[in-house]
């Protein structure tokens, strides 16, 4: 391992760019980085830290920006705060200000802000007595983000998984949809809660994982239900029917082997269904209102929708892995690019019509799931960072750190740390930019979700980026104006009157969980993570819980619920070479694990008949149980995994592998393993009775206040723990989703 950091000059250059020259695993422990990994970090702000005379250069220099200058990139006003942003205290008396607001007013001020701005991100500029000037984003916030209205369930599931019999061999929007008015009219749910939906980067296989997109401003196309494409019922060329009667036929059997035949879901045998489908659909003229519509769009997503339309045009003809393009197409604003998007003009327009109708469906499913009474809607998750070979890096590319990616230090459930392989945005880029790759990135995504939950909100804050070619031990954190991020995030939501779920398990900075709660962001709470680490080690009991929160039994990554209490999970590491430790160490462990929770689940009455045994010799009931107990606590929001309504026992994604267990590629199935289609499931009598449980206020299990109804004030105000996990805030594998 490289020497850790001991030069003051190099220590003090690092802190005044954010770079972190330690951290801190446990309340108790200091680790100090390594000095390669900071002066890594600091040549990708474009500091060079590689001699001592390099360090003692830019130490002068950036002493001397920030003594001179008036302003910084991006000042936070709160509203509600009488005390406006600090900076502007330290403005020599006189400072004339001028402000130019997001809405085409200009407004005057001396010294401080002028009163009665608009909620908006706003540019000021200060003129000192001395004449000299300053420049900067103002970002008018309210003070929290929208709540919840009162406490409701909802169901969680990868969309790719949930197939119905018109699907065309993965889940779509159409399924989408049909589960949220199910769910909202016939099961009281609340919301919907589904993977990333962004935009693939399209291989030879195609990276299946969610969290590692193409692009995160712009929804995947292979999400769409080719049928409910308005132009789709208007072709009629003879030829391009005939071939549109095949397609739908491949389809079918595409859909059969899934769900008939056990096979995996094969995201890019649909694609290239739907694909060539779409070419023949678009050749279809829009309609005056829908093409009035459709240049709206353009017009609104602007430079963002042009670069990213242009990068799969561009992806088509020279492959995805834009580093391999021809030199002069690898920058996004040559001369090169512009006559490659002319010269590929409907190619781009093909892919800019694609990005507008996956938006158009996910509005129209978002208005399902509302008109179905559902109080939240679709719940969208918000991926911590991209692909590096994808549409949003190559566009961005002055807004990525060169050279870095995205990871995690080690802990106690990866002793090596974790690398990524996602770019991370550059900090002061973005606070050049008012943060606007950022402030455009939330506004699309809040046009169609009820609720955002974001990967790894602690990235709000800070990330820990490793240099590319050194190990994830050799890595150091960098931090972010959180103020600025979070004051866009209550800003964006509000606007569309959505909700924000962060994410917060792992390894968590003192403070954050606080200041998350204290702006109305929702934590996550997981049931098999919530101990008293501080005391017994003990299951937290569920008035113990903290209030702002979405509960579950368990996630995308981990095991679910049937697995965890019959320990299939630890047969099936174990079958994979995953286990540390001897198998009968970890059976023992996960069985005396689900025991303890299971006692405590009896002492409060939550299962209907105890069973006389190990875990899960009552399998269903003990499932429900689980879910009661989730009642119990003060939560907000209740999650219920939907496959374990039907007693599916096979994780989505196993972390720790990659070809030697089927991630992101599984359909929901039941407790042997039998794919179950959409259609099957809202007819399941377990899965009917699981979310009766939730619905049912009557149930004398449920009772103790446990109905879903407002949260009174008292629990709604209630403060979180230090951490909803282990020692330090451990609290799960850190890691994207």
């Not at 954050?512 to 005391?535: A, I, K, M, N």
Request: aromatic letters at 6%; charged letters at 25%; proline letters at 9%.
């Amino acid at each position: 391992m490289a020497a850790a950091l001991d030069d003051e000059e190099l220590a003090r250059l690092a802190e005044l760019h954010g770079v972190a020259t330690s951290y801190r695993p446990a309340p108790d422990r200091t680790v100090a980085v390594p000095a390669c990994a900071v002066v890594a970090a600091l040549a990708a702000l474009g500091v060079d830290a590689g001699t001592p005379s390099a360090v003692r250069t830019a130490l002068a220099a950036r002493e001397r920006e920030l003594r001179e200058r008036l302003l910084p990139p991006t000042l936070v006003h709160w509203a509600g705060d009488a005390r406006g942003p600090a900076a502007l205290a330290a403005l020599p008396p006189g400072t004339r200000l001028h402000v130019e607001t997001e809405q085409g007013e200009e407004r005057e001020g001396t010294q401080g802000l002028p009163e009665g701005l608009p909620q908006g991100v706003h540019r000021v500029t200060a003129t000192a007595p001395d004449g000299r000037t300053g420049h900067a984003f103002l970002i008018v916030a309210p003070d929290r983000l929208p709540a919840p209205a009162g406490r409701s369930y909802g169901l969680l599931v990868q969309l790719y998984s949930l197939l119905s019999r018109r699907s065309w061999g993965m889940g779509d929007i159409g399924d989408l949809a049909e589960l949220a008015g199910w769910a909202g009219r016939t099961a009281g749910a609340g919301f919907v809660q589904v993977n990333p939906l962004h935009a693939a980067v399209p291989g030879a296989p195609t990276d299946p994982s969610p969290y590692r997109p193409s692009s995160r401003r712009f929804p995947d196309p292979v999400h769409l239900r080719i049928e409910e494409v308005p132009e789709f019922a208007y072709v009629t060329d003879v030829a391009d029917q005939s071939r549109l009667r095949t397609l739908l036929e491949r389809a079918d059997r595409l859909r059969a082997d899934v769900l008939d035949k056990g096979a995996l879901i094969d995201r890019d045998a649909v694609w290239e269904l739907k694909r060539e489908a779409l070419e023949l659909v678009l050749r279809v003229p829009l309609g005056p209102g829908r093409q009035a519509a459709y240049d709206a769009f353009r017009a609104e997503e602007g430079r963002a929708l042009e670069d990213h339309a242009t990068w799969c045009a561009l992806a088509e003809a020279h492959g995805s892995q834009w580093q391999r393009w021809p030199e002069a197409l690898r920058d996004p604003r040559s001369a090169e690019t512009a006559r490659a998007r002319a010269e590929l003009a409907g190619r781009v327009d093909f892919h800019a019509r694609l990005a507008w109708l996956t938006d158009g469906q996910l509005r129209a499913a978002q208005r399902a799931a509302r008109e179905a009474g559902m109080t939240v809607g679709i719940v969208h998750d918000l991926a911590v960072g991209v692909h590096p070979e994808g549409a949003d890096a190559w566009a961005q590319q002055d807004h990525f750190a060169a050279g870095m990616s995205i990871g995690a230090p080690p802990d106690a459930f990866n002793a090596r740390g974790q690398d990524w392989g996602l770019p991370p945005w550059r900090p002061d880029r973005l606070a050049a930019s008012g943060h606007a790759p950022y402030r455009h990135l939330l506004r699309a995504l809040f046009r169609y979700a009820g609720a955002v939950r974001i990967d790894h909100v602690m990235g709000l804050f800070r990330l820990w980026w490793v240099p590319q070619g050194n190990p994830p031990t050799e890595g150091t954190y960098v931090h972010y104006d959180a103020d600025a991020m979070l004051a866009l995030l209550a800003l964006e939501a509000s606007r569309a009157g959505s909700v924000v779920i962060g994410e917060d398990l792992g390894t968590v900075e003192p403070g954050v969980r606080e200041t998350l709660q204290r702006r109305g962001v929702l934590g996550t709470s997981v049931l098999w993570f919530e101990r008293d680490w501080e005391g017994d080690g003990r299951p937290l009991p569920p008035d113990r819980w903290r209030a702002d929160c979405l509960a579950t039994a368990t996630t995308h990554d981990l095991p679910p619920t049937a697995s965890r209490l019959t320990g299939d999970h630890v047969d099936l590491r174990d079958r994979l070479g995953l286990l540390t430790r001897p198998a009968a160490d970890e059976r023992a462990e996960a069985t005396a694990d689900a025991a303890e929770w299971l006692a405590l689940l009896g002492s409060l009455g939550l299962l209907d008949s105890p069973a006389a045994g190990p875990p899960g010799t009552d399998e269903e009931a003990e499932v429900q149980g689980v879910h009661r107990f989730l009642l119990r606590t003060p939560a907000r929001l209740i999650g219920v995994w939907l496959p374990d309504g039907v007693g599916d026992r096979r994780p989505q994604n196993l972390p720790g592998t990659w070809d030697q267990y089927p991630n992101w590629r599984l359909p929901v199935a039941d407790a042997q393993g039998r794919p179950v289609p959409l259609e099957e499931l809202t007819a399941s009598p377990r899965l009917r009775a699981l979310l009766e449980v939730l619905r049912d206020p009557a149930d004398p299990a449920n009772a103790a206040g446990s109905a879903f109804a407002a949260v009174t004030a008292d629990t709604a105000d209630r403060p979180g723990r230090v951490g909803p996990g282990g020692p330090a805030g451990l609290a799960g594998p850190a890691g994207p989703g």
